[in-house]
């Protein structure tokens, strides 16, 4: 995969990311974890020593750009079944150009393109801005979706615990739950904009896949049950749900929110979301994050009226169809 592209002295070189060790990737690593910590009061650490043990392996798909001889940043990606998905893309602030990011784009989604496996790839990278002007990479393909990265202050006044509208019972979040919400997920996202971005919503058995790696995986940060809530209506059918994790020690972020279409505007979400923010606050969490698609208007104005506000925009990729 390496490719000199031109002579000048910072014109980037793509090297196979199995070329590469650790070592190497050292720098890049150092720099963006702490760009998570100071923009999004999240550790990176453990999301980082996984690509050092697997870079180490040879075992990580992707590309890296090499300028003046030194790594100035990498993209890396996985495979599950016949879906791509890019896991994360940063390049060093001092070298960062749309450009140069579009270029990792390229490369990696015309590699999976073009190796027939795959039929979808995905990506939603926080540390790439949202631009709306980018020329996106194989753009007949891809659907691009603005989200919003928001975070509250529990150092603030609490608000008052809204009152649900109809007759519900919250109770921590369960294993036993997990089957009835991975239909909830189901149910709630059908024909919603993120089940085109993420296609574990179209179905029951996405949605299982989806719950599993919550709470199995730190991708988004350790799962965090004692914050974690569901709801439950008069018949004991699961109608919402709030699941938390730990991204910091003293940072929580709502992985998952959602409430059945039925019982919309009841109050019941944004009760189920006072009481995680409660929970992280009693367990020393200094903020809470989340985030939404931007076109979701309703959920924004939502997470506003609570007190969140938008701290970065970031955009979500999709391409199908090749």
Known sequence: MAAQLQAAPDSPE????????????????????????EGLEWDFQKSADLVRRFVDGRALSGVALRIRGSVAGYLYYVLEDRKGLIGDLYILREYRTVAREDLLLATAVGAMISSRVVSRIEAQ????????????????????????????????????????????????????DQEAAAQLIADAYRGHIDSRINDQYRGLSGARAFLFNIVQYPGCGS?????????????GRLCGISLASL?????????????????????????LIA???????????????????????????LYQRIGF????RFPAFAWEGF
């Open 14 to 37: 793509l090297v196979d990311l199995r070329q590469l060790t650790a070592h190497e990737l050292e720098p890049v690593l150092r720099e963006e974890i702490a760009s998570w910590h």
């Open 275 to 301: 009481r995680s923010l409660a929970r992280l606050g009693e367990m020393g969490c200094r903020s809470a994050s989340l985030t939404v698609t931007a076109a979701n208007q309703g959920a924004v104005a």
């Open 247 to 271: 991204v910091a020690p003293e940072s929580g972020h709502l992985t998952q929110i959602c409430v059945l279409p039925e019982y919309r505007g009841a109050g019941i979400g944004r009760a």
């Open 125 to 176: 990278i926080l540390m790439l801005d949202y631009a709306p002007a980018r020329q996106v990479p194989h753009g007949a393909f891809a659907g691009v979706f603005k989200r919003n990265f928001m975070c509250v202050d529990l150092l603030q006044p609490a608000f008052p615990e809204p009152v649900a509208a109809r007759p519900v019972r919250f109770e921590v979040f369960s294993d036993h």
């Open 223 to 235: 799962f965090f049950r004692p914050a974690s809530f569901a709801a439950f209506d008069a018949t």
């Open 309 to 312: 506000r938008v701290v970065r």
